[in-house]
């Protein structure tokens, strides 16, 4: 999910000394000790080899203001076991407006900082929801076995809001090059939960990047700029944007405008939603050839990237591409999260239609079959039409001969 973001842990000032807050009980640490700048095998002898937390905080805007709660890290062997007197490496992400955390009377900060388990194997961190609640995002605690190249990991977030998805319609705007100008479209964004259940009164953050001579967009009497501005959606989660195309449309280039739960990095969600200028005239497949002649094994796979683009070579947003594959070595290909095509997202020699979204490449998923032949050519097709009737096919291939 985005919103984690890992930031290089700072050196602290040679010469300083650890300083531990302990008290023994069965011959380990009772309380987790703060080791600031040191790294794990100068702060103890006990590598964590898997780390453990609870994926949530807390549930989900179930904390009232300035309430705590404890997430327990846990350090472990490579049999699962708690590991007491280990070394582990605590930073906090903080989203806009959000909380704090601490261990002990050490805060947490957007730096690595090392703690050793007490004696369940255990760094309790504190967590604390600000005075004021923000309307979205999370904050964001994570934990690692090191501070640079860590080979163990695990974070825990408290959502402030129960906004987990947007829906943004129409998909899409307009075909990519079929919009008069001076045409306003009405879009609806739509908050929606984990059940897809609209959010009533969800906080609504929305910005809009324009191409070069690109339109514009507007939440009421209220323009969209490059800037999140953040609404409130209705009764039923729905936020009214307008977008109007300008007066003099360009040739090229994509407006996009992008729904998100607060203004800062460390959101739950976000969707770009675009127009693009330039109509559709191909769609790149990538590689091509699929690999060099006779190269894979048996059940080898390669991911084929579909991009759409426009005759400037500009990627276009909304556009919708028939794929195929033609084979007769029993090979698979197949397309996630985009069909359209009611018979599923397999590919066969019957070409169906997948709509790609805002700035984003569709993946191809081609794999070889078990028993290879020993000649033959594999084709993935991938076929567009422009909005004016232009229809153009490109042509990915993988040989089984030499």
């Known amino acids: 999910m985005p919103g984690i973001h890992d930031i290089v842990a700072t050196r602290v000032r040679s010469g300083r000394r650890p300083v531990h807050s302990r008290r023994r009980i069965a011959g380990a640490l009772s309380v987790a000790a703060v080791v600031v700048g040191l790294g794990a095998a100068a702060a103890s002898a006990v590598a964590a080899t898997t780390l453990s937390a609870p994926a949530n905080i807390a549930n989900t805007a179930s904390l009232a203001a300035n309430s705590t709660t404890t997430l327990p890290v846990t350090a472990k062997d490579g049999t699962g076991t708690a590991l007491p007197g280990a070394t582990i490496y605590l930073k906090f992400g903080r989203t806009t407006g959000g909380g704090s955390a601490s261990v002990g009377a050490t805060a947490l900060t957007a730096v690595y900082q090392a703690f050793v388990t007490n004696g369940a194997g255990q760094v309790p961190v504190t967590y604390r929801t600000p005075a004021v609640l923000p309307k979205g995002g999370h904050d964001l605690v994570t934990a690692a076995n090191a501070a640079t190249l860590a080979t163990a990991s695990v974070a825990s977030q408290y959502s402030f809001t129960t906004t987990a998805h947007y829906r943004i319609t129409p998909e899409p705007i307009g075909s990519p ?14 908050a929606l939960n984990a059940n897809m259940l609209g959010v009533p009164f969800a906080q609504v953050c929305v910005n809009m990047v324009a191409a070069t001579g690109g339109g514009i967009a507007t939440v009421g009497v209220v323009r969209l700029t ?7 959606s209705n009764s039923v989660g729905k936020l009214a944007v307008t977008y109007t195309t300008p007066a003099k449309l360009p040739t090229t280039g994509t407006d996009v405008i992008t729904a998100q739960d607060t203004t800062g990095s460390l959101y739950n969600s976000a969707a770009p939603h675009g127009y693009s200028f330039g109509q559709l005239a191909m769609a790149n497949l990538t590689p091509n050839p699929i690999a060099p002649n006779h190269s894979l094994a048996a059940g080898a796979t390669v991911a084929v990237a579909v991009t759409p683009k426009d005759a400037a070579g500009a990627q276009v947003a909304g556009a919708t591409v028939r794929l195929s594959l033609q084979t007769t070595s029993g090979a698979h290909a197949t ?5 359209l095509d009611p018979s599923g997202p397999y590919l066969n020699g019957t070409p169906k239609s997948f709509l790609t979204h805002t700035k984003t490449r569709m993946t191809i998923y081609y794999r070889l079959p078990a028993v290879l032949p ?21 042509v990915a291939t993988y040989s089984y001969g030499p």
């Open 177 to 190: 090059g079929s919009l008069h100008p001076s045409t306003a479209v009405p879009v609806v964004i739509n």
């Open 374 to 394: 020993t000649s033959g050519v594999d084709r993935l097709v991938a076929t567009v039409t422009s909005w004016s009737g232009v229809t153009n096919s490109t």
């Open 335 to 339: 397309v996630i999260d985009y069909s």
């Open 226 to 232: 490059a800037n999140f501005q953040c609404f409130t």
